[in-house]
């Protein structure tokens, strides 16, 4: 009967995990395989593959400066990343582990920037990038991209970490800088890396920031130029749906090369047990 | 000996300077020249001229502006709450399920849609409602409702926008929850089980108050990020079926891009600012009781 | 450990070197030889625009000594690229704008009234440059236009009803009326008088308008704005009774109608055949690409109706010579260029469009023809006036409103009227 009522729950709790699994994935599905046809209709969709082409995706990688497109994405993603890692690190660790007058109040201070959403402030954004003269540059675009959210995780995730590890590193004559870089980062390495991947989605995913801050051709990232292939007279879905396949694929790969890195999956944490 | 310990006095600061930089500059610094465009009539072309409170005037008697205003009320009140119940059912049902390769793969997968820019999110599902696909048909038809009537009509189309926000963030969520369950030492919930408490006394005993600095972050990060559905909603729905699906965020967005009022445009973020600022605020004397574990 | 360390400085050094590369990689590239410049900007006319117009510009780059840099500015955030633009002084010498466009950056006179570079030639040769006659100035030089919104309608539906192609609003609602029932027997309606979708997302609200309103304003012998633009007519008497006639049309329509977009219900309703009629944007190359999406649709089409009068929408997309231009004589030299048959002739043989000169042929599929021949005064673009952008924003949420019916059509009218006469009062008060 015990073993009856197991097997019941098991078999539930499977059926809710396949539910996650295809409402997380049934909308890509179709986006994935609208993407193989040619077509002016949206609602002509099946699994057969009759119309299968791979049109769309010649006609994307034959598209001039595609290469530099794509660097472009590449150059402002990385960067953002990496300056994101940076500076978020280094003043979570010092909210964390750090005594000094006003870390409280800093620390909201910085984590009230995270209520101002970035559509709103478009302008005025434009106005201080103009002002410093950054309009088609890449520290445009890079520069803005680190958040409170990014300080938030680290310092959290550096929280957890005893301080008696900090401590041994202290007494082996490590300062400051060399224990986060030796002792903590390694120890939060989920925490950064959870941080790389939310920090390289939002920065591929800008849109009109982008489009704002860098008119001239050899600055423009790639979703700004596959959205230049979008005419306004019967478009193609399928031409569409390819376009928002590539412009999906980097995150991705990037998401599955980061969740490869750690067995737990992503996590904000430090240490566990 | 001295210097050493100044230096050990400024370090800190030194640490925690460039990201405040960073964010002074773009983020406060935008909002300051929000503040003062919002008292200016400016149409972003030509330079602004002052035009002291006139904007805010206007807004009193504007009927467009109290719909966006509420509607924005009514998302987050949509949002906020789901987004946290779900997230957090979520995360705990995917820890218990995580040795098993179904639950790995779950684990995986949910963080897809957060991955996807809100423009094809907005996209794929319009075409998803309307598009008579037996499967998404069959689904809806299960509670009874057409899904290609969804977005047109103003009362449904709102929670429709509300629903798939909540699909996209859920993976984002989710690891936040996660991390905070799996900070939890099991000895706890050894020590309840000795004690005889089921797997639902000892989520309401011991998960739900050890996760409360989790949570309660958790509640600040969803009432921001539920302001940040302009391209889903933009692609869904337009901000129609009029206006009914139009927040603050899209109209202070159309105003000034569309109308050619920033000056007014910057007038709307301002009071969407204050608010969010006072629901923060609001969340402040929690934050800090709970700064220390935070 | 060493490894973290060296990958830490390594993030450190790159972040580094990319700040620092980027005052040089900022600027524009090093282009050959040529003495002068011209930059243009363009919307995606097709989807390779800037390919396709590049290799079609080097005699005139040659003979000019001069070269034209491209750029292709996403139909996403459009006004918004140049807007933005404007202000920051990052202007192109030659644009590329819609109407409805037109007002702001001719008040902040960004655009340069074009009439003195105007020949008597070029008013024989260029055929729809009333089309860009602005507010009183050619700010506008027409380079797509001939796409009008036209109704089509099944044929075979038409035929089992045994009806003929409709002309007036009468013969419409008859056969409307007609269509909407249940074709295989179970009870519940499938086949629908007019398939209409009213979702404003993706392109914004003023499509709706595009597709469904302004033929039946028009139709009924009303307008956006009167003549003087100082107040709007469309809530006058006429006005009325056109929304009245949409609104009726409700009960023919497919009822999901407001969760469509106009282009998803004509090919999702109309395309599968389960509609007497449907409105979509024409193209000359309709014959060739309904064939392939909707193999089984047996279709035609009437440009308008008529009530009072004839009348739909067909919008034209214009260059303009920008403030900015250093040599506007070069500029307008590309221009009319461009617009001319000779560039044309080869760019419409790759994209197919409306030809824009008496010159040159017309290219598209032979069904599509009488749009420009015998029905070319049945459809032309929409008064530009003052507060456009908020006025149709405003005005097609109120039909959204009163197609729902959330408000009654006096209601909808009323607010829509109320709002716009007020923002043009305080428009022309600031005038003086």
């Known amino acids: 009967m015990r073993i009856m009522k197991k097997a019941f729950g098991r078999g539930l709790a499977d059926l809710i995990l396949i539910g996650i699994i295809l409402g997380s994935i049934f909308p890509f599905l179709y986006m994935f395989l609208m993407s193989f046809r040619s077509t002016i209709n949206a609602y002509d969709f099946s699994f057969s593959l009759d119309k299968f082409t791979l049109q769309q995706y010649i006609k ?163 979703p700004l130029a596959l959205s230049a292939m979008k005419t306004q007279y019967n478009t193609d879905v399928g031409l569409t749906m390819a376009c928002a396949v590539i412009n999906f694929l980097p995150p991705f790969l990037f998401y599955l090369f980061m969740q490869s890195k750690f067995k737990e999956g992503m996590t904000l944490g430090g240490v566990k047990e | 000996m001295k210097k050493k310990a100044d230096i050990r006095k400024i370090e800190p600061y030194l640490y925690i300077t460039p990201i405040t930089l960073i964010l002074v500059t773009f983020v406060v610094g935008s909002v300051l020249i929000s ?45 906020v709450p789901l987004q946290m119940v779900s997230g957090l059912l979520m995360a705990v049902f995917l820890l218990a399920n995580r040795k098993h390769l179904l639950g790995k793969i779950a684990n995986c997968v949910i963080f897809i849609p957060f991955l996807c820019s809100n423009a094809v999110v907005g996209v794929v599902w319009r075409e998803l409602l309307n598009g008579k696909f037996p499967p998404v048909e069959a689904f809806f038809g299960l509670f009874g409702i057409q899904p290609s009537m969804l977005l047109g009509d103003s009362k449904s189309a ?137 | 450990m060493r490894k973290r360390v060296f990958s830490l400085m390594l993030a450190a050094t790159m972040v580094g070197m990319t700040l620092a590369g980027c005052s040089t990689a900022g600027k524009p590239q090093d282009s050959d030889s040529a003495s002068k410049t011209l930059d243009v900007w363009l919307a995606p006319l097709d989807d390779d625009t800037k390919n ?8 005139w780059e040659e003979e000019h000594d001069c070269d034209v840099n491209i750029t292709v500015i996403p139909w996403d955030k459009y006004q918004e690229t140049y807007t933005t633009a404007m202000s920051s002084g990052e202007i192109p010498d030659v644009g590329y704008m819609y109407n409805e466009m037109f007002p702001t950056f001719i008040e902040a006179g960004a655009v340069v009234d074009m009439s003195e570079y105007i020949t008597d030639e070029d008013r024989a040769e260029y055929k729809y440059l009333d089309n860009g006659n602005i507010m009183g100035g050619q700010y506008g030089w027409p380079i797509v236009t001939g796409v009008p919104f036209i109704l089509y309608y099944n044929v075979d539906i038409l035929n089992e009803l045994g009806e ?21 027997g179970d009870g519940q309606i499938d086949q629908y008088g007019y398939a209409v979708g009213m979702n404003t997302s993706d392109i914004g609200p003023v499509q709706i308008l595009n597709a469904y309103y302004y033929s039946v304003l028009w ?35 497919n009822p999901d109608f407001m969760s469509y977009s106009w282009s998803e219900a004509f090919s999702t309703i109309f395309g599968t055949g389960k509609a007497a009629f449907g409105v979509n944007r024409s193209s000359q190359t309709d014959e060739t690409t309904y064939a392939e999406a909707y193999p089984d649709l047996n279709w035609d089409y009437v440009t308008s109706l008529k009530n009072v009068d004839y009348g739909t929408f067909g919008a034209t997309d214009s260059l303009t010579l920008m403030s900015a231009a250093e040599d506007k004589d070069l500029a307008m030299d590309f221009i009319k260029y461009v617009t001319s048959a000779e560039f044309m002739e080869q760019y419409h043989a790759k994209c197919p469009g409306a030809a824009l000169t008496e010159t040159e042929s017309y290219v598209g599929d032979p069904k599509m023809e009488r749009i420009y021949t015998e029905d070319k ?38 607010e829509a009227e109320e709002y716009s006469n007020n923002l043009l009062n305080e428009y022309w008060a600031e005038q003086g």
């Open chain 3, 377 to 414: 005064d049945k459809w032309h673009g929409i008064q530009v006036g003052p507060c456009s952008s908020d006025i149709l924003t405003q005005l097609a949420a109120d039909l959204q409103g009163i197609m729902t019916g959330e408000l009654t059509v006096e209601e909808g009218l009323a």
């Open chain 3, 52 to 59: 396709n117009w590049d290799s079609l510009l080097t005699e």
């Open chain 2, 35 to 79: 503040i003062f465009l919002g008292f200016c009539k400016y149409n972003i072309i030509t330079p602004p001229q002052f035009r002291g409170l006139g904007n805010y005037i206007k807004l009193l008697d504007d009927s467009k502006f109290i719909k966006a205003l509420w509607n924005t009320i009514k998302l987050e009140l949509y949002i």
């Open chain 3, 164 to 184: 003929e192609p409709p002309e007036t609003w009468d013969d419409f609602v008859r056969i409307c009326q007609k269509a909407t029932q249940d074709t295989d």
């Open chain 1, 60 to 222: 994307i990688f034959q598209m001039d400066y595609f290469v530099n497109y794509v660097l472009n994405s590449v150059i402002v993603a990385v960067a953002g990343v990496l300056l994101t890692l940076t500076v978020c690190s280094l003043a979570g660790y010092a909210f964390a582990k750090m005594n000094f007058k006003g870390n409280d109040k800093l620390f909201l201070f910085l984590f009230l920037t995270l209520i101002v959403p970035s559509e709103v402030i478009i302008v005025p954004l434009f106005l201080i990038t103009k002002g410093l003269g950054w309009l088609n540059t890449y520290q445009a675009l890079i520069l803005p991209l680190p958040t409170a959210f990014g300080v938030f995780i680290m310092r959290q995730a550096i929280l957890d970490i005893p301080s008696d590890l900090m401590d041994a590193a202290k007494l082996d004559g490590c300062g400051n800088l060399q224990t986060l870089v030796r002792v903590v980062l390694p120890i939060v390495r989920g925490a950064l890396l959870t941080l790389a991947i939310f920090t390289f989605v939002g920065a591929w995913n800008n849109f009109l920031w982008p489009l704002v801050a860098c008119t001239r051709q050899e600055m423009k990232t790639l």
């Open chain 2, 158 to 294: 709102l929670v429709v926008v509300a629903g798939v926000a909540i699909w996209r963030w859920m993976g984002y969520y989710t690891v936040i929850f996660l991390s905070g369950l799996m900070a939890i030492s099991k000895t706890y919930y050894e020590a309840a089980k000795v004690d005889g408490a089921g797997k639902i006394r000892s989520f309401f005993s011991i998960t739900l108050p050890m996760m409360k600095p989790t949570i309660i972050m958790a509640l600040f990060l969803s009432i921001t990020t539920a302001l940040r559905n302009f391209e889903l909603i933009f692609n869904l729905t337009g901000g129609g079926p009029n206006n009914a699906t139009t927040d603050l965020v899209m109209y202070a967005y159309t105003l000034c891009f569309k109308s050619n009022s920033a000056g007014y445009a910057m007038a709307v973020s301002n009071v969407l600012f204050v608010l969010v600022m006072i629901a923060a605020l609001f969340q402040k004397r929690l934050l800090k009781r709970e700064s220390s574990e935070l």
């Open chain 3, 219 to 253: 139709q009924n012998g009303s307008n956006i704005y009167n003549d003087d633009l100082k107040s709007v007519a469309f809530a006058n008497e006429a006005g009325v009774e056109a929304m009245t006639w949409m609104k009726d049309l409700t009960q023919y329509m």
